[in-house]
């Protein structure tokens, strides 16, 4: 944001009525995620790093959920209700009592396209501070059918015409409406009311602000986006086309801080994914909401981690699972087939294969071996396991929580541990060996004979 915008007040108008019938869902359609963020929260985030300094979510009068999640996203959201649904201008006059607050700008924008950038609702604002009343957000259009189309004039926006109204020249047009629109926020209430409802669908468009604007005299101007940035989200197959879309941009961002991705298209984040430089991520790797990678560290193919923190120069996988609370020191290793969860594995600390560890600390450079499981739920409640810096836990170990394992302690392959290690012990648990000769050659001569005489014609 440039300094002169830094100095005007901004109110944003997020539109969140649609019916979203077409998703085929129980879930308002602005409620679906994209990067692990609602759709609603990626349009929110980006309105608020625009400098927007209040947002009121515009929903209908069936969907109090929508509200109820704009306000745990920020707090500091308003809600108004469209009770009837007569159009985007109709829609933005809920937000009435905001408007009459004299804000400088006004931005108009949609929680169904969740993917415009905070650069361009600050460009929006750059050229309400540059002198326009209206400023509209156009795309050049591959497919141009059935869009609003952007009618210049000596570089201003002269009209925005709808498809179904537009002469065969303006349909040749190939710059078309997003939809987006910004407003002095000194006359956008003026220019709101002002809009009739003369069109076929007795609907309130906000696109006849351009005409309402040009009628007074006022600057009107028209900035562009990439098609890209601006598609909405409308059924399954469009929410599919903004994740890839989102998951793209989230790569190369990933990438220009310095991390390498062997596979990028293979990889998926999540939008608060944090990796840090010199990380190698290989193919096939899922980031959930909450993950942050640390300098160095590699994550190797086919691995999911959600809600977890990977220390410098850390390794995960492959195949490995790192669930809420997981927690990776320096240099600590998670190798193959192994899930985390809640647990703090120290720094050097192995934990190298077909292994569960939840609800448990880990110390530094302990040993965990293939198989091991902490046994932390009873059913009704969790329980923790403390492992001590340096112990070593041998292959197809139970540790059964609450427990403690000391400080360089050992505890003995295939043992069930329920009482704590002291440090420096060796812990076996496991029934002693006895060894029987010629039990196994005995036991198969008689199996052999059984088996002939079920066979034979005297028996059946």
Same mark, same amino acid.
């Given at each position: 944001?440039?300094?002169?915008?830094? %100095?005007?007040?901004?109110?944003?108008?997020?539109?969140?009525?649609?019916?979203?019938?077409?998703?085929?869902?129980?879930?308002?359609?602005?409620?679906? *995620?994209? /990067?692990?963020?609602?759709?609603?929260?990626?349009?929110?985030?980006?309105?608020?790093? !625009?400098?927007?300094?209040?947002?009121?979510?515009?929903?209908?009068?069936?969907?109090?959920?929508?509200?109820?999640?704009? #306000?745990?996203?920020?707090?500091?959201?308003?809600?108004?209700?469209?009770?009837?649904?007569?159009?985007?201008?109709?829609?933005?006059?809920?937000?009435?009592?905001?408007?009459?607050?004299?804000?400088?700008?006004?931005?108009?924008?949609?929680?169904?396209?969740?993917?415009? #950038?905070?650069?361009? =609702?600050?460009?929006?604002?750059?050229?309400?501070?540059? +002198?326009?009343?209206?400023? !509209?957000?156009? =795309?050049? $259009?591959?497919?141009?059918?059935?869009?609003?189309?952007?009618?210049?004039?000596?570089?201003?926006?002269?009209?925005?015409?709808?498809?179904?109204?537009?002469?065969?020249?303006?349909?040749?047009?190939?710059?078309?409406? $997003?939809?987006?629109?910004?407003?002095? +926020?000194?006359?956008?209430? %003026?220019?709101? *009311?002002?809009?009739?409802?003369?069109?076929?669908?007795?609907?309130?468009?906000?696109?006849?602000?351009?005409?309402?604007?040009?009628?007074?005299?006022? @600057?009107?101007?028209?900035?562009?986006?990439? *098609?890209?940035?601006?598609?909405?989200?409308?059924?399954?197959?469009?929410?599919?086309?903004?994740?890839?879309?989102?998951?793209?941009?989230?790569?190369?961002?990933?990438?220009?801080?310095?991390? @390498?991705?062997?596979?990028?298209?293979?990889?998926? =984040?999540?939008?608060?994914?944090?990796?840090?430089?010199?990380?190698?991520?290989?193919?096939?790797?899922?980031?959930?909401?909450?993950?942050?990678?640390?300098?160095?560290?590699?994550?190797?193919?086919?691995?999911?981690?959600?809600?977890?923190?990977?220390?410098?120069?850390?390794?995960?996988?492959?195949? &490995?699972?790192?669930?809420?609370? $997981?927690?990776?020191?320096?240099?600590?290793?998670?190798?193959?087939?192994?899930?985390?969860?809640?647990?703090?594995? +120290?720094?050097?600390?192995?934990?190298?294969?077909?292994?569960?560890?939840?609800?448990?600390?880990?110390?530094?450079?302990?040993?965990?071996?293939? &198989?091991?499981?902490?046994?932390?739920?009873?059913?009704?409640?969790?329980?923790?396991?403390?492992?001590?810096?340096?112990?070593?836990? /041998?292959?197809?170990? %139970?540790?059964?929580?609450?427990?403690?394992?000391?400080?360089? !302690?050992?505890?003995?392959? &295939?043992?069930?541990?329920?009482?704590?290690?002291?440090?420096?012990?060796?812990?076996?648990?496991?029934?002693?060996?006895?060894?029987? *000769?010629?039990?196994?050659?005995?036991?198969?001569?008689?199996?052999?004979?059984?088996?002939?005489?079920?066979? %034979?014609?005297?028996?059946?």
């Amino acid at each position: 944001m440039t300094k002169m915008q830094s %100095s005007r007040s901004c109110l944003a108008i997020l539109l969140a009525a649609g019916e979203g019938t077409r998703m085929k869902s129980a879930r308002p359609k602005v409620l679906h *995620e994209l /990067g692990g963020r609602s759709l609603l929260g990626h349009a929110l985030a980006a309105l608020s790093e !625009a400098g927007a300094d209040t947002v009121v979510v515009v929903t209908g009068p069936d969907r109090p959920e929508v509200a109820l999640e704009a #306000r745990a996203i920020l707090p500091a959201a308003l809600s108004a209700i469209q009770s009837e649904r007569r159009g985007t201008a109709h829609a933005a006059l809920a937000a009435r009592d905001a408007l009459t607050a004299g804000y400088d700008d006004v931005i108009v924008a949609f929680a169904d396209t969740p993917l415009v #950038r905070p650069e361009t =609702f600050s460009a929006l604002r750059a050229a309400l501070a540059g +002198g326009a009343a209206v400023v !509209a957000l156009g =795309f050049e $259009a591959r497919d141009p059918a059935g869009y609003g189309r952007f009618v210049m004039r000596d570089e201003a926006l002269e009209a925005i015409v709808e498809h179904k109204d537009a002469t065969p020249e303006q349909r040749a047009i190939t710059l078309c409406n $997003a939809g987006l629109m910004a407003l002095d +926020g000194h006359q956008a209430l %003026s220019l709101l *009311e002002a809009i009739g409802n003369a069109n076929a669908q007795s609907e309130f468009y906000l696109t006849d602000a351009v005409a309402v604007a040009r009628s007074r005299g006022l @600057t009107t101007a028209a900035l562009t986006a990439p *098609e890209s940035e601006v598609q909405g989200v409308n059924d399954r197959a469009q929410l599919a086309v903004a994740e890839a879309e989102f998951q793209c941009r989230k790569r190369l961002a990933i990438m220009a801080g310095g991390a @390498t991705l062997t596979a990028p298209d293979t990889v998926f =984040f999540s939008h608060d994914t944090r990796i840090g430089r010199d990380v190698l991520i290989e193919p096939h790797v899922v980031f959930g909401p909450g993950v942050s990678v640390a300098d160095g560290a590699v994550i190797h193919a086919f691995s999911h981690l959600e809600g977890a923190e990977v220390g410098p120069g850390a390794t995960v996988g492959p195949y &490995g699972r790192l669930r809420p609370g $997981a927690k990776l020191a320096e240099k600590a290793k998670v190798g193959n087939f192994v899930e985390i969860k809640a647990a703090e594995i +120290g720094a050097g600390a192995k934990v190298s294969h077909l292994t569960y560890i939840g609800d448990a600390t880990v110390g530094a450079e302990a040993n965990i071996g293939a &198989g091991t499981i902490t046994c932390n739920y009873d059913g009704f409640f969790k329980y923790r396991t403390t492992i001590g810096a340096g112990a070593f836990v /041998g292959s197809n170990s %139970s540790l059964v929580a609450p427990v403690t394992i000391g400080a360089g !302690a050992f505890v003995g392959s &295939g043992s069930v541990v329920t009482e704590d290690v002291a440090p420096d012990a060796l812990a076996v648990a496991r029934g002693r060996q006895v060894a029987k *000769e010629g039990w196994a050659q005995t036991f198969r001569e008689a199996s052999m004979a059984r088996k002939a005489a079920a066979k %034979s014609p005297e028996t059946r």
